[in-house]
């Protein structure tokens, strides 16, 4: 059974930093593409960034110069470290893996709520 299991999210002033993590099980992480998206309440879920198998990263440009999506194969965990935290950050941030052909897979962890306080 796959499993994605964020942690990392809370109350923060706005200026401040989090570092949310996404632990995977029941895959073969390191042959998936991960992606941290978040939605706000009454807004569509977006992408704020990825990280192919490869290590290669893109970001959101809403977050792009404060954000570092990172990955540890050897515990089968993405990362993302969000500094300068601004009011507009505030969603529910899901982890994401993505993983093309017959051995593949496309997964969602449940979330967690991030909120920046002014």
């Known amino acids: 059974q796959v499993q994605l299991v964020e942690s990392g999210g809370g109350l923060v002033q706005a200026g401040g930093s989090l570092r949310l993590s996404c632990a995977a099980s029941g895959i073969d992480f390191s042959g998936y593409v991960m992606a941290w998206h978040r939605q706000a309440p009454g807004k569509q879920r977006e992408l704020v960034a990825i990280i192919t198998s490869g290590s290669v990263t893109n970001y959101a440009d809403s977050v792009k110069g404060r954000s570092t999506i990172s990955r540890d194969n050897a515990k089968n965990t993405v990362y993302l470290q969000m500094n300068s935290l601004k009011p507009e950050d505030t969603a529910a941030y899901y982890c994401?893996?993505?993983?093309?052909?017959?051995?593949?897979?496309?997964?969602w962890g449940q979330g967690t709520q991030v909120t920046v306080s002014s």
């Open positions: 994401r893996a993505a993983r093309a052909g017959p051995n593949g897979g496309y997964y």
